[in-house]
């Protein structure tokens, strides 16, 4: 009987999965939404009074977003605030909306790469993976890998799309 070899295995081709850069920390939001009058514009006043009263123990242990849904001119001393009390309770935050701040995160989680393990590396990177925003992942990823790896490519080992090669000096 003939051994199964497994080709991917003995190619030295390194896979990497977009999912591993995911947040594994809760993301939370503030919606300035809720703090307009009619839906319009903010109260310096209320606005402070909301700063000063809110529960901000509740955002520990988590990363926050802090955004308006509403079509809304927001100044930007209001996102200061919310920002500066979250510092206060050592809670990581970004302004945007859930999504915003997990490719913030995801970025981060890039950024903390060792370019060491991937030096003239073949890698792989998977396209399957739940993440918002797939194609700003695999975007950063690409810009923090290429200058080390040897090539990379898109997808499955078994159907790959060819993204980058370096030139042989």
Same mark, same amino acid.
């Given at each position: 009987?003939?051994?199964?070899? #497994?080709?991917?295995?003995? !190619?030295? *081709?390194?896979q990497?999965? *977009?999912?591993?850069?995911?947040?594994?920390?809760?993301?939370?939001?503030? $919606?300035?939404?809720?703090?307009? /009058?009619?839906?319009?514009?903010?109260?310096? &006043?209320d606005?402070?009074?909301?700063?000063?009263? #809110? $529960? /901000?123990?509740?955002?520990?242990? !988590?990363?926050?977003?802090?955004?308006?849904? =509403?079509?809304?001119?927001?100044?930007? /001393?209001?996102?200061?605030?919310?920002? !500066?009390?979250?510092?206060?309770? $050592?809670?990581?935050?970004y302004?945007?909306?859930?999504?915003?701040?997990?490719?913030?995160?995801?970025?981060? #989680?890039? =950024?903390?790469?060792?370019?060491?393990?991937?030096? $003239?590396?073949?890698?792989?990177?998977?396209?399957? =993976?739940?993440?918002?925003? +797939?194609?700003?992942?695999?975007?950063?990823? *690409?810009?923090?890998?290429?200058?080390?790896?040897?090539?990379?490519?898109?997808?499955? +080992?078994?159907?790959?799309?060819?993204?980058? &090669?370096?030139?042989?000096?």
């Amino acid at each position: 009987m003939e051994e199964i070899v #497994n080709k991917v295995q003995k !190619s030295g *081709l390194v896979q990497m999965d *977009l999912a591993g850069f995911k947040p594994k920390i809760a993301i939370k939001t503030i $919606d300035l939404k809720e703090n307009l /009058w009619q839906g319009l514009a903010l109260k310096e &006043k209320d606005f402070r009074t909301f700063v000063k009263e #809110n $529960d /901000w123990e509740k955002y520990k242990g !988590s990363v926050v977003g802090v955004y308006c849904s =509403a079509d809304a001119i927001i100044p930007t /001393w209001a996102f200061m605030l919310v920002v !500066s009390k979250l510092q206060e309770f $050592d809670v990581e935050s970004y302004v945007g909306d859930e999504k915003e701040v997990e490719k913030e995160l995801i970025k981060k #989680n890039i =950024a903390a790469i060792d370019l060491k393990d991937y030096q $003239d590396a073949k890698l792989i990177i998977k396209g399957c =993976a739940d993440i918002a925003s +797939p194609s700003f992942v695999m975007s950063e990823l *690409l810009k923090k890998l290429q200058p080390v790896a040897a090539s990379i490519m898109y997808g499955e +080992p078994c159907s790959t799309v060819p993204v980058f &090669k370096r030139k042989k000096k």
